[in-house]
Each structure stands twice: as structure tokens, then as C-alpha cells.
């Protein structure tokens, strides 16, 4: 079973701007969607569209958190939230003007009681399971609870897959992932230094492999992605012509598409192929991609 862990899912508010953003005034939107949210909710969102089963863990409060829940369910998806006693989940607000400027929210407290029963549910996890860590670690959480989430299923065959920015994915290197999946971004932040070009980003990528990760799927937005594989193979692919619409939740799709393509299959070149579509197919919708438009883009890859 492949397992999503949220610790700050979100309602994504989404906006949409006919004029440029303005700050100390107001802007009237053309529109507004509301999309279930939180980037490994996002992951099990795509696996479902893929007929791939997957378990929502995760945090959720108030009434935000109940229509988040309700909303998940009602779109098949299974869900074992954590529900706390405080507080609500959160709404992040995506504003769309020309360029996507984004304002995510704190979320609600995580009390120690609350976490020690997401750590419960995790003692599930056994041999082939796959867990998925996605998304920022909440400020009322200790910075190194994926790390903490990781030392206690060593030994047990679970394989993880971590999608967070800078030292948060620096540190459950240690743990050797089966995949991590840094933007470009973030790969020259972890390493320090700036990337320009192929060369450097798969070098980068070649250091963080020595210190741990299985596989290292570097993605790019708009020029595609880079991964380097668990032998050493580098594949490279570009993304199927579009019109960007939400990149919101893109990468979150790259990363479901990758590991359904990889189950499936057991190619690494597939499976960055149906990420691809998955990631563009978002990029090129509302909110996450359905499943005709996944299909139409893997088949022009
Ligand atoms: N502008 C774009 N045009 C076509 N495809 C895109 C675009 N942006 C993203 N994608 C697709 O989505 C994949 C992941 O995008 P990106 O590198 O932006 O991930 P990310 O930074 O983790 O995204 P996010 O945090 O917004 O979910 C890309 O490799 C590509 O396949
Ligand atoms: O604040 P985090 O947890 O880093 O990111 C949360 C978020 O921006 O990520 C998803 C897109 O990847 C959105 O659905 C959600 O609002």
C-alpha cells in the first residue's frame, strides 16, 4: 500500500486576477476555485486518477478540515486523518495575475498527543509499503519530525519517498529514500551553490545520490526534468507542448505519476514519462489533472 503523510493539508483558494496584483488596494477577481489541497493529498489525488489505491495520513481541524475530508472521500480517496481537538486547517491562497504569487497559511497547532498517533498509524507500514512525506513541516513541529517519522520504520522494508524543500529533504538523506524529488530550486539550495545547465544539475545530483538517496528526479517546470536513477542512468525529457493554466500541485502529480509509472512498469524511463504527463497535465489544469488529459500527454511524450 503507498501511504501519503500531509502534516498541514490546505483548502487552495484559487484566484484569478485579469490586472496585475496590487498591494495596498483592492483587487476584484474574475473568478475563484476551491481546491482540496496540501501536497501529499495532492499525491494520492493522482494515484487515485491512476487506479492506484493510497492511504491519506495527515492532520485536519474545524470545519476546513471536515469539508477537506468530505471532499476527499467523496472523490474515492481513502483517508485515516489525525483530527485535532483545535484550530482549523488552513486555506492557501494562490493568486493568478500574469505570474502565480502564492500565500500559505501557518495551519493549526499540532499538539504532541496528536503526533504521537499519526506515529501510531505509521507502525502499520510494513515490508513494500511506500511512504510518501510531502510538503513544509508546520512551525509547531520540530524541524526534524520526517527524520524522527523515518528513524522509527528503519529496518522494517518501508521505502520513502520525501518531496521538501532545502535542509528538511537534506536531512532524511541519511535514510536513503527511494526517491526524493528537489525543483532545480531547491537542489541548488541544498547544495549550495547555483545550477545553470544539465552538467551541474546532474552532478548535484550525483551528490546528494552519494549521500543517500536511491533515486534523484530533479524537476524543472517548463523544461521538463532530469532523473538519476538507483544504477546510475541519467534520463532527460522535456514537457508536451500546452498552455499553463495552475502549476500549482505540479510537481506533486510528477512525483504520483513517477511512482505509478515505476509500480507498473518497473522503468524508470516510463515512469519519468508518466510523471511528466502527470506534472504538465496539472500545470495545463484548474486544479490536478483528470485522467484523459494524463493519457493524451504520455502518449505525445
Ligand atoms: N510551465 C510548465 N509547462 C509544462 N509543464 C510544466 C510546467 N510547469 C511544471 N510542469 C510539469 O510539472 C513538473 C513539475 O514541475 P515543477 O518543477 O514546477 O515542480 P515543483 O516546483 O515541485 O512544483 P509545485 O511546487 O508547483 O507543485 C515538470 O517537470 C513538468 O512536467
Ligand atoms: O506549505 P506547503 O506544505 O509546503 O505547500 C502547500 C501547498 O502549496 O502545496 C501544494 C502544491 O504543491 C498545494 O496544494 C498547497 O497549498
Known sequence: MIYTVTLNPAIDYVVRLETPLQTGTINRSAGEDCVLGGKGINVSGILAQLGRPSIALGFVAGETGAWLE??????GLQTDFVHLAAGMTRINVKIKAGQETELNGAGPEIPQEAMEKLHQKLEALQQEDILVLA??????????????????LQGRGVRSV????????ANVLLYQPFLIKP???????IVGRPLQGDTQILQA????????????????????????????AVHRIGVPSGT??????????????????????????TALRLGTACGSATAFSLGLAARSDIDRLFHQL
Open 205 to 232: 545530483a550525483r551528490e546528494l545520490q552519494s549521500r543517500g538517496a536511491c533515486n534523484v528526479l530533479v524537476s524543472m517546470a517548463g523544461d521538463g526534468a532530469l532523473l538519476l536513477d538507483e544504477t546510475g
Open 70 to 75: 468530505r471532499g476527499l472521500v467523496a472523490q
Open 244 to 269: 499553463v493554466v495552475n502549476s500549482v500541485g505540479a510537481g506533486d502529480s510528477m512525483l504520483a505519476g513517477f511512482l505509478a509509472g515505476y509500480l507498473e512498469t518497473g522503468s524508470y524511463e
Open 183 to 189: 525543483n532545480h530550486h531547491e537542489l541548488a539550495e
Open 162 to 169: 520525501v518531496d521538501a524543500s532545502g535542509t528538511l529533504l
Open 135 to 152: 510538503g513544509s513541516i508546520p512551525s509547531c513541529l520540530p524541524a526534524d519530525t520526517y527524520e524522527k517519522i523515518l528513524a522509527r
